[in-house]
């Protein structure tokens, strides 16, 4: 299958002059150092192409690079792209930026799937594993993730977790007064008066049909693609709000729904009926229960919906997006996750010829060959590594090589790189085999989607 680098383009005006905002896809990752991948093609020279082949033509110089609503990088461009000169792309920002005040920008999911919402993304219905394990990182891994990412050179993590998980535990057990309270819910409307009709979501689908749903529908088609109809009720209740949050926050923002990695994935009844067969009817029940259970909820931070992302499973923490994207965001610091190191998507362990490796960084393959783990940040992801005269932050190295995490060790064997992985997706958010061994320790969704969110609160619109 063609994942292609962007999903999507918009024009929006920035004073008198216009601006190309280019959507990539959370399912590729990317670093800012524009690191060839597989294809051959820098990411400059990918979004080189993409503007020739739709003609894209704007009233501007400059293009923003948007992750899952997170503006990641800035282009400015010189000579027309579609005019015969060869056009000159200069990459001015090595941060992430803030968006615009006229221009609001939006998010994934999930995770392969990491969503942004990233997100990487993950389908876990369609996976063949045991456990339909969460295939992410939009995302996955949006994301975000879910879930594509942006590895950053020399980064280090502004927060630590070290709290083990019964502290975790009775810190959540000693806070359901708090979690009440942080419960807003509207009053309720005089019995005389008519409720207002559930909101209609349109789905932009990629076979170049639209389809008009209700908000639970949707919800329902969206759940029952991003996690596990297997998992327990409350981490169905949990990814639930976090599907509604996200998509409210796009359509805030003026964006689309589609029913891919670009944002949530959605599954129909007649695919879901493929995929679950006989059990069809009760997986959906409880997916639609999950669905109604939490009707209303999000999860915002100071009042504004939040950067709804998630991944497949954790290293045993999660991320600090700092260390992923370069942004720090308040509410998506690392937290204990302990319970993921259970999971059947944890450990992975896969072995490639050395010669390919190095051939894949560009990095001339000498003797005596030259393999080191630099340094790891506080959540015990690779911060640095060295390959021959290169160095290579953690994200950088897991995108390079496709690998599930960049939480690895690396062992040279028989003429072969051995690396093992641990979790799967970039960590950031909330981890949803995380959220499946919560609820099967008895905490509620509320208590799952605070602790993966801190200083967020859950509320009823």
């Known amino acids: 299958m063609v994942i292609y680098l962007i999903t999507g383009h918009e024009i929006r005006k920035e004073g008198e002059n216009e601006v190309l905002i280019l959507h990539l896809n959370y399912d590729v990752e990317f670093s800012l150092e524009?690191?060839?991948?597989?294809?051959?093609?820098?990411?400059?020279?990918?979004?080189?192409?993409?503007?020739?082949?739709?003609?894209?033509?704007?009233?501007?110089?400059?293009?923003?690079?948007?992750?899952?609503?997170?503006?990641?990088?800035?282009?400015?461009?010189?000579?027309?792209?579609?005019?015969?000169?060869?056009?000159?792309?200069?990459?001015?920002?090595?941060?992430?930026?803030?968006?615009?005040?006229?221009?609001?920008?939006?998010?994934?999911?999930?995770?392969?799937?990491?969503?942004?919402?990233?997100?990487?993304?993950?389908?876990?219905?369609?996976?063949?594993?045991?456990?339909?394990?969460v295939n992410q990182e939009r995302k996955e891994e949006s994301i975000v993730n879910s879930s594509t990412?942006?590895?950053?050179?020399?980064?280090?993590?502004?927060?630590?977790?070290?709290?083990?998980?019964?502290?975790?535990?009775?810190?959540?057990?000693?806070?359901?007064?708090?979690?009440?309270?942080?419960?807003?819910?509207?009053?309720?409307e005089p019995q005389l008066e008519l409720q207002p009709q559930e909101q209609k979501i349109t789905i932009y689908r990629s076979n170049g049909?639209?389809?008009?749903?209700?908000?639970?529908?949707?919800?329902?088609?969206?759940v029952a693609a991003e996690m596990p109809a297997s998992f327990p009720i409350e981490a169905l209740k949990a990814q639930a709000v976090v599907a509604r949050t996200y998509a409210l926050k796009k359509l805030e923002s003026g964006g689309k729904l589609t029913d891919d990695v670009s944002t949530q994935v959605y599954r129909d009844e007649s695919y879901l009926r493929s995929i679950w067969k006989n059990d069809y009817d009760k997986y959906y029940n409880k997916i639609k229960s999950a669905v109604q259970a939490t009707d209303g909820f999000t999860v915002k931070y100071h009042g504004s919906y939040i950067e709804a992302i998630y991944h497949?499973?954790?290293?045993?923490?999660?991320?600090?997006?700092?260390?992923?994207?370069?942004?720090?965001?308040?509410?998506?610091?690392?937290?204990?996750?302990?319970?993921?190191?259970?999971?059947?998507?944890?450990?992975?362990?896969?072995?490639?010829?050395?010669?390919?490796?190095?051939?894949?960084?560009g990095v001339p393959f000498e003797e005596p060959l030259s393999i080191e783990i630099l340094s790891r940040n506080e959540s015990g992801r690779i911060s640095n590594v060295r390959i021959g005269n290169q160095n290579y932050t953690g994200v950088e190295f897991r995108t390079l090589l496709g690998l599930r995490s960049s939480d690895f060790d690396l062992e040279v064997r028989d003429g072969k790189l051995v690396i093992t992985t641990r979790g799967y997706g970039h960590g950031v958010g909330m981890s949803q085999?995380?959220?499946?061994?919560?609820?099967?320790?008895?905490?509620?969704?509320?208590?799952?989607?605070?602790?993966?969110?801190?200083?967020?609160?859950?509320?009823?619109?």
């Open 209 to 222: 049909t639209t389809l008009v749903l209700s908000m639970t529908d949707y919800l329902i088609g969206v």
């Open 149 to 188: 990412q942006i590895p950053t050179k020399n980064k280090t993590s502004t927060s630590s977790i070290t709290t083990s998980q019964s502290q975790i535990q009775n810190q959540i057990g000693n806070n359901t007064e708090e979690i009440k309270n942080s419960v807003q819910e509207k009053p309720s």
């Open 312 to 361: 497949s499973t954790s290293n045993g923490k999660t991320e600090d997006a700092i260390n992923v994207w370069g942004n720090s965001v308040p509410y998506l610091k690392s937290v204990d996750s302990s319970w993921d190191q259970s999971a059947s998507t944890y450990l992975r362990t896969v072995e490639q010829e050395l010669t390919t490796v190095f051939q894949i960084l």
């Open 34 to 133: 524009f690191y060839k991948r597989k294809s051959g093609k820098s990411m400059k020279q990918q979004i080189k192409d993409y503007i020739e082949k739709n003609k894209i033509v704007w009233n501007g110089d400059k293009i923003l690079l948007v992750l899952g609503g997170m503006i990641l990088g800035t282009l400015l461009l010189f000579q027309n792209p579609i005019s015969k000169e060869e056009p000159r792309y200069v990459y001015v920002n090595r941060t992430v930026l803030d968006p615009p005040a006229e221009t609001v920008l939006l998010p994934k999911t999930g995770l392969q799937q990491e969503s942004i919402s990233s997100k990487e993304e993950i389908n876990p219905v369609e996976d063949k594993t045991s456990e339909k394990e």
């Open 433 to 461: 085999y995380g959220a499946k061994g919560m609820a099967e320790n008895g905490y509620s969704y509320s208590k799952i989607l605070a602790h993966y969110y801190p200083e967020t609160t859950l509320i009823k619109e």
